[in-house]
């Protein structure tokens, strides 16, 4: 009986291991990114799109991931980081911003084998061979202006982006409307466009001007040049001074951060959050599993995970966190509808 046990046992084991190996696995894919020239660490986009994307890709699915930092802001450098990309075997390449826009035209039409995926890029068009992420900024601008409008209440609000494209007045349009349902009415023109995206001093300067005329707490955007704006900011809030701030698409509060005896504060209330890393991740699962589509423009909303206000928001208090959550779940269900208004 014995023998004819282990026979048995032995067998069965051997049909598992046939049938283990008979398992396909997912194929290793090879993603990799091409950075605005900032680091992967820089507590802003890029950090989004290597932590929150490419490196959970690598622990769920094993895929080979890989970044190219170019040395500055230059779409020439950009198509070198591409090419470098691709002649070492990246067969998806993510392109981390609007600053991408012409890049990812370029790139698409000279790798047409290659995966590309945008991020926020303003084409008209997707490539045949792209997938382009775009973000519902009306629905993120809504919870950040109704958050920071509950937790500092009838203070000046503005804000310095820098340009007024179609994005950046949806998201101003939702900020607005969420400090309005919190009863706040700010004035429009305190919130300045400078008319070029990657202007750091300029962002500083129009921060300085508006702080200086009084404005308490400012918008800024996600640009080089809302990165100044984040900047002067910074130094001022350290030094003192009672300024407050509203990010938008990354998560602010680190990157505006000081330190105080050893104590890490920051003057961000909150930010209009749009996870450029979960929709490239998302994404990137939908083509390992087939389910996405090429050619197309994917949309982001509060229902998909990667809009909102960030994890963490160590300015809000418990109350205006709460409010916020169940704001939250009123856009989902669609019992709030945030027009996203443009003038474009």
């Known amino acids: 009986m014995m023998k004819k046990w282990t026979a048995g046992l032995l067998c069965l084991l051997t049909a598992l291991a046939l049938m283990t190996g008979c398992v396909k696995k997912p194929p290793k894919q090879k993603i990799a990114m091409v950075t605005d020239s900032m680091a992967v660490s820089d507590n802003h986009l890029n950090q989004s799109v290597w932590r929150g994307g490419l490196l959970k890709l690598e622990e769920d699915y094993n895929a080979d991931v890989n970044f190219y930092r170019p040395q500055n802001y230059d779409e020439e450098e950009y198509m070198t980081g591409v090419k470098t990309l691709v002649e070492a075997g990246y067969n998806v390449i993510v392109l981390g911003g609007r600053v991408f826009t012409d890049t990812l035209l370029r790139a698409c039409e000279t790798w047409p084998g290659v995966t590309f995926i945008g991020v926020d890029s303003e084409v008209e068009t997707v490539p045949s061979n792209a997938v382009v992420a775009v973000f519902d900024k009306a629905e993120a601008g809504f919870l950040a202006g109704a958050a920071a409008a509950m937790e500092l209440g009838d203070v000046r609000f503005g804000g310095v982006a820098g ?53 308490q707490c400012l918008l800024v955007s996600s640009d080089p040049t809302g990165l100044g704006a984040a900047a002067e900011l910074r130094v001022r809030a350290s030094m003192g001074a009672d300024v407050r701030m509203v990010g938008c698409e990354a998560d602010y509060w680190n990157t505006a951060s000081y330190y105080v005896d050893d104590e890490q504060r920051s003057p961000v209330v909150t930010s209009a959050w749009c996870s450029y890393g979960e929709a490239v991740r998302q994404i990137v699962v939908d083509l390992i599993e087939g389910d996405e589509p090429l050619g197309r423009f994917r949309l982001f909303d509060v229902n998909s995970g990667a809009v909102g206000l960030p994890e963490e928001n160590p300015n809000l208090s418990p109350e205006t966190l709460e409010k916020c959550e169940a704001l939250l779940e009123q856009l989902k269900s669609g019992e709030i509808v945030v027009a996203a208004e443009t003038n474009k």
Do not use: C, H, I, M
């Open 163 to 215: 340009q007024n494209a179609a994005p950046d007045e949806e998201l101003l349009s939702g900020f607005l409307q969420g400090a309005a349902y919190a009863g706040v009415t700010p004035d429009r023109a305190d919130f300045v466009a400078v008319g070029d995206p990657l202007n750091f001093p300029l962002g500083q300067q129009a921060t300085a001007r508006l702080v200086e005329s009084g404005v």
